[in-house]
Each structure stands twice: as structure tokens, then as C-alpha cells.
């Protein structure tokens, strides 16, 4: 069966929120909602496509658009594959030019609206933002909050609290103090035994390879409701975090780094080659910094994750 290659965006306004368009009832999937855009015709562009059917449906022109995630779904009765860019910025007043409704969804608000099953990827790469900050090792807590909050205040909304050299009560306690400060700025992602899950019901967890491969059998260890991430080095990994049903990963090292001198770099190519059919959000992460985004859309990649590339005291 031949894959039917889609064109599809997400829209922001200049409030942030999303906009997503409801399906007529006699197409395919009808009556749920999708994030709009159309098919890739024969020799076009994916970019000129999106173009094309945005305004033919929406009535708007595209100014500034990126890549954001590519999806490829197999349903029973067709194969797609979603070439998904992100709108920034366009011109003209978005209107169901075909009929169909229309809504502007804060983004943590698309999780309550039902999709097809090939859009699931979408709606956590359009909740995710484009930089993911892992704190340094070694640092005092108080030196750590302070860098927190610079952080904070610099536009960081992912953090992941990594301090592998402190005791387990030490780095509980200090997950207790990051919370309250992350509470309704980042979405903060914790590291450690699944059975401190109960125990941070607002954070997000971050599996480290060695949990993946044990406990990725079992599915994933709570509801959808709650990020579930995870570290990947190689193609192995990545199929187990499909198995899981993580929300996105971690892919590294893309370049070499002093925290993990003795590791192997995949380097960009070889990143891009992994990414392509896996389906969620990544994080490329080694050696990288603000200055690598656009490097990291173009190879398929959410953005960028990072330890010194996004600290600053």
C-alpha cells in the first residue's frame, strides 16, 4: 500500500495557543480533530504544499515555518506519513475556508480533544518546547536554585533535576524545593527509582537507559496525563521507548563531551537516520548548545537538550 505523504501545521497565534481544525464526518477519521494541511502532490515541496493547502483551507499565507516532527501511522485501510512544520507567523485571519470548525487550543489544553491515532505524536511535540535543560553535577543546592531560576527567567519550560552524586535523600529533598519553583513556569522531569513516582505526582520522569531496558516490557508506569521521557543511544533503545509509549526522548551523544569522555559520538547524520520513522519527540543532546537548533529541526529532532549549553549562574 503506498504511503500517502501529508503536509500538516501547527499554528501558533501570537498568544501561543494552537490551532486545530475538526474533520468533516464522511473523510477519513471524520469528526475528530487534526492539525490542518493536505496532501503532498507528485514532485511539490512539503514547504510549498503546506503553503498551498493552508490557504486554501484557512485562507492565511505563511511567513515563517519550521519542521517540528515527522510521523509515519499505518491504519488498516491506508499508510501516512505526516510532514509536520511549525507556523509562526502568517498573514490573513484563519477561517474554515472548507466549512470546517475551527478552535485555538492553549497547548496543555490538546490532550482533550480526541485525534487520530497518527496525530498523537503531534500533540506532545506541540506541548514540548524547543530547548530541554539538564542541570550540572556537583553543585550545591544553593548554587543550583540560583541557576534555576536564571533559567527560569531566561525562557527555560523543560528542566530535568539530574545529580547523580547525591544521596537519595539529598536529591529528594532537593526535587521538593525545584518543584515549588517550577510550579506553573516548567514542566520539571525527575530521575530515580519508579518507586518515588507516587511522591511527585507533578513532575515528569526521566528513565535512564539501564530503566528502560528493564522495565520497558511492562508499558509505561503511569497514566498519560504525565511526561514520561527517556535516554537513547542507539536504535535498540529507541525501539524500546516506542514499546513503552514514552512522550519523547533524549538522543546522544550527538558530539563528543567532557562528561562522557569515553562515549562513541553518533554524530548528525547517523542522528537523523535513528529519527527517521521513530515517531516522537527528541531531544538531541552532546555537545550542543542554542546555536545547534536549527540544525537539530532540519535533522528531525524536537531541539536541543543540554547541560552546559543552557546553564548560566
Request: net charge negative.
Amino acid at each position: 500500500m503506498k504511503r500517502i505523504h501529508v503536509a500538516a501545521a501547527v499554528i501558533r497565534g501570537a498568544d501561543g495557543r494552537v490551532l486545530i481544525a475538526r474533520r468533516p464526518e464522511e473523510k477519513h477519521q471524520g469528526g475528530l480533530w487534526e492539525f490542518p494541511g493536505g496532501k503532498v502532490e507528485a514532485g511539490e515541496a512539503v514547504e510549498a504544499a503546506l503553503a498551498r493547502e493552508l490557504e486554501e483551507e484557512l485562507g492565511i499565507r505563511v511567513s515563517a515555518a519550521r519542521p517540528l516532527i515527522q510521523v509515519r501511522h499505518d491504519y488498516p485501510d491506508q499508510y501516512v506519513l505526516l510532514d509536520v512544520w511549525e507556523v509562526a507567523a502568517f498573514a490573513g485571519e484563519p477561517h474554515g475556508a472548507e466549512g470546517q470548525a475551527l478552535a485555538w487550543v492553549a497547548p496543555r489544553q490538546l490532550p482533550d480533544y480526541r485525534f487520530p491515532a497518527a496525530n498523537h505524536p503531534i500533540v506532545a511535540a506541540a506541548r514540548l518546547p524547543e530547548r530541554y535543560l539538564i542541570t550540572p553535577e556537583d553543585l550545591s543546592p544553593q548554587a543550583l536554585l540560583r541557576g534555576l531560576r536564571s533559567a527560569l527567567e531566561g525562557g527555560i519550560r523543560l528542566i530535568q533535576l539530574r545529580a547523580p552524586n547525591m544521596f537519595d535523600p539529598q536529591y529528594r529533598d532537593l526535587a521538593v524545593d525545584v518543584q515549588g519553583l517550577c510550579a506553573g513556569r516548567a514542566q520539571l522531569m525527575l530521575k530515580g527509582p519508579l518507586e518515588w513516582l507516587g511522591d511527585f505526582p507533578a513532575a515528569g520522569w526521566h528513565l535512564t537507559a539501564r530503566q528502560l531496558r528493564e522495565y520497558a516490557a511492562n508499558g509505561r508506569p503511569f497514566p498519560a496525563e504525565r511526561w514520561l521521557a527517556a535516554s537513547c543511544h542507539d536504535a535498540e533503545e529507541l525501539a524500546l521507548a516506542t514499546r513503552m509509549g514514552v512522550d519523547f526522548v533524549t538522543l546522544s551523544p550527538i558530539e563528543a563531551t567532557s562528561s562522557h569522555p569515553g562515549a562513541s559520538p553518533l554524530g548528525w547524520e547517523r542522528a537523523a537516520e535513528l529519527l527517521r520513522g521513530f515517531n516522537r519527540p527528541a531531544f538531541l543532546l552532546g555537545g550542543l548548545g542554542s546555536q545547534d537548533l536549527a540544525r537539530a529541526w532540519r535533522t528531525g529532532a524536537q531541539g536541543i537538550a543540554a547541560i552546559r549549553g543552557l546553564w548560566s549562574e
